[in-house]
C-alpha cells in the first residue's frame, strides 16, 4: 500500500509564500517523476510543476519564476515552493507521483491540500 500525504497548505496574503511537502510511504521500490497539480472551483485539474528521478523540471508558464519545485530522494517527498502568490494561484493542490512497488508501476495520488491566497 503507498500512500501520498501532503502538507503545507494555508491561507496567505498575495504577495506571500506557501511551501507544500508530499511525502510518499509504503512498499516503494522506487519513484520516477513527482509533480503538482492544482485544481481551482470549476476548472479542470492542471499541471503546476513537474521533477524527473534525475531532477529535470518543468513549469507552467502561470508560475515560472514564482514557484520552485525539488525533491529529497531519501524521503520519498517532494516539495513546492510557492513565491509571489496571487489571488489567482487558491486551488486545491495535489500531489501526484510514478511509482514502482513489487513489479508495478502506477500513479498514486494524494489529497489535495488547500491553497487560498487573499488579495
Known amino acids: 500500500q503507498v500512500q501520498l500525504v501532503e502538507s503545507g497548505g494555508g491561507l496567505v496574503q498575495a504577495g506571500g509564500s506557501l511551501r507544500l511537502s508530499c511525502a510518499a510511504s509504503?512498499?516503494?521500490?522506487?519513484?520516477?517523476?513527482m509533480g503538482w497539480y492544482r485544481q481551482a472551483p470549476g476548472k479542470q485539474r492542471e499541471l503546476v510543476a513537474h521533477?524527473?528521478?534525475?531532477?529535470?523540471?518543468r513549469y507552467a508558464d502561470s508560475v515560472k519564476g514564482r514557484f520552485t519545485i525539488s525533491r529529497d530522494n531519501a524521503k520519498n517527498t517532494v516539495y513546492l515552493q510557492m513565491n509571489t502568490l496571487k489571488p489567482e494561484d487558491t486551488a486545491i493542490y495535489y500531489c501526484?507521483?510514478?511509482?514502482?512497488?513489487?513489479?508495478?508501476?502506477?500513479?498514486?495520488w494524494g489529497q489535495g491540500t488547500q491553497v487560498t491566497v487573499s488579495s
Open positions: 509504503g512498499t516503494i521500490l522506487s519513484i520516477n517523476g
Open positions: 521533477i524527473t528521478g534525475s531532477g529535470t523540471t
Open positions: 501526484n507521483a510514478d511509482i514502482t512497488t513489487w513489479g508495478l508501476r502506477s500513479a498514486y
